[in-house]
């Protein structure tokens, strides 16, 4: 996601409200992916570093545990831009409860 400027807060940096949501949706994605609907239930995320309109920020999962009816993620959202190659600004961690439906996509409804 390329930080635009009605993404930003009263400071100019990115507001974490964004950083956030696009670290959730990565979430999902990792969570829901054997099939089974997985929804989130607790996350809380950190920032290290602030972004800037123009950088392009990229959210990557990675699944810590998952058993039975639950599973903990960890997603770390990184900053692509010309001043520097990769740079952490923050990560998100989340507690997923796992049901037993199916995941339907919007074409199979």
Do not use: C, W
């Not at 996601?1 to 507001?15: D, L, P, Q, S, T």
């Not at 039975?68 to 900053?79: C, F, L, M, P, S």
């Amino acid at each position: 996601m390329v930080v635009r400027k009605e993404m930003v807060n009263g400071f100019a940096i990115g507001h974490g409200g964004i950083a956030f949501s696009l670290a959730d949706s990565a979430l999902a994605f990792a969570a829901n992916s054997y099939g089974q609907v997985a929804v989130t239930v607790e996350s809380t995320v950190a920032f290290t570093s602030p972004a800037e309109v123009g950088d392009r920020l990229v959210a990557v999962a990675t699944e810590l545990h998952r058993g039975g009816q639950v599973g903990h993620y960890q997603v770390e959202i990184t900053r692509a831009n010309p001043r520097d190659d990769e740079l952490l600004i923050g990560h998100l961690r989340g507690v997923v409860y796992v049901t037993n439906k199916p995941v339907v996509s919007v074409s199979q409804s």
